[in-house]
C-alpha cells in the first residue's frame, strides 16, 4: 500500500509505502514518566510524616548522614507508591526528545497542519499567505525555545564538565557508536605490548612529545 500524505514535512507532499514488517534486532531508549493521574498532595504528604515518625529515632547512635539516608529512602518508596513509573506514550516520548516544545508549542504545530491541510492545492491565495505567515512564526517560536532551552541548561551546568559534555554531544548529535579501546600496538622501539598499562605510557609518552617535536621543525625568524 502506498499513497501521499498532505503534511508540510517539506516543500513537496511526501510519499508513504506500507510494507510487511521485517524483524529486525534495534534497541531504542526507554522512556519512563510519573503517573499522576491519582496523585494527591495531601495523601503524598501524610505518607511521609508517618513513615517519617516510625523510623527516624534521635539516640546517641543516630547521625546526620544515616537519617538523611533514611529520608531519602522514605521519600523514594512514598514517591514510588503514589506516582510510579509508567512507559511513556508516543507523545510523552516526543515531549521528552525535544522539551523545548512545550504544550503551548505543540498545540500551534497541530493548527499550523489544519492550515496546510486546507491550503496545500491552493496558492497564491489570501488563505494561503496566512498559513505561510502563521508557518513563518511558529518556526522562529520554535528555533528561539530551542535557543532559549539549550542557553539555560548549559549555564546551569557550566561548572559540570560532565554534563556539559554531555549537553554538547547531544547538541551537535555527536554519536560515538564504536567506543572500544586497542588491544595491543607496537611501540616506538618495533616491539608489540598487550599490557594496558604500558599502552596507556606509551599513548601519553608519544602525545606529550608532540609540540616539541612540531616546535622543533619551526624555522627560525631571520635577525636582521
Not at 514518566?33 to 517519617?52: A, G, H, T, W
Not at 505543540?106 to 491541510?117: A, F, G, P, Q, V
Not at 539549550?150 to 554534563?163: R, V
Request: proline share 4%.
Amino acid at each position: 500500500m502506498s499513497g501521499i500524505s498532505i503534511f508540510d514535512l517539506s516543500d513537496q507532499l511526501p510519499t508513504f509505502s506500507i510494507v510487511k514488517a521485517v524483524d529486525i534486532n534495534t534497541t531504542s531508549k526507554n522512556y519512563t514518566v510519573r503517573n499522576m493521574k491519582s496523585f494527591c498532595i495531601n495523601d503524598f504528604l501524610f505518607d511521609v510524616y508517618q513513615q517519617l515518625s516510625q523510623n527516624i529515632h534521635h539516640n546517641e547512635n543516630s547521625t546526620v548522614n544515616s537519617q538523611f539516608e533514611t529520608f531519602v529512602d522514605i521519600f523514594q518508596t512514598v514517591v514510588n507508591n503514589r506516582a510510579p513509573l509508567c512507559n511513556a506514550s508516543r507523545k510523552q516520548k516526543r515531549m521528552q526528545q525535544k522539551p523545548w516544545l512545550t504544550p503551548g508549542i505543540y498545540k500551534s504545530i497541530l493548527t499550523e497542519n489544519k492550515m496546510y491541510h486546507k491550503v496545500y492545492n491552493k496558492k497564491n491565495t489570501p488563505l494561503y499567505n496566512m498559513y505561510k505567515v502563521y508557518r513563518n512564526n511558529l518556526s522562529r517560536i520554535i528555533k528561539v525555545a530551542k535557543q532559549q532551552y539549550y542557553y539555560t541548561l548549559i549555564s546551569s551546568n557550566k561548572n559540570d564538565t560532565k554534563k556539559l559534555h554531555q549537553i554538547l554531544s547531544d547538541l551537535i548529535n555527536l554519536k560515538c557508536k564504536n567506543r572500544s579501546q586497542p588491544s595491543k600496538i607496537t611501540t616506538a622501539s618495533g616491539a608489540e605490548t598487550h599490557d594496558p598499562v604500558e599502552i596507556a605510557n606509551d599513548f601519553n609518552s608519544f602525545f606529550s612529545k608532540v609540540g616539541e617535536q612540531m616546535a622543533s621543525n619551526i624555522p627560525c625568524p631571520l635577525v636582521p
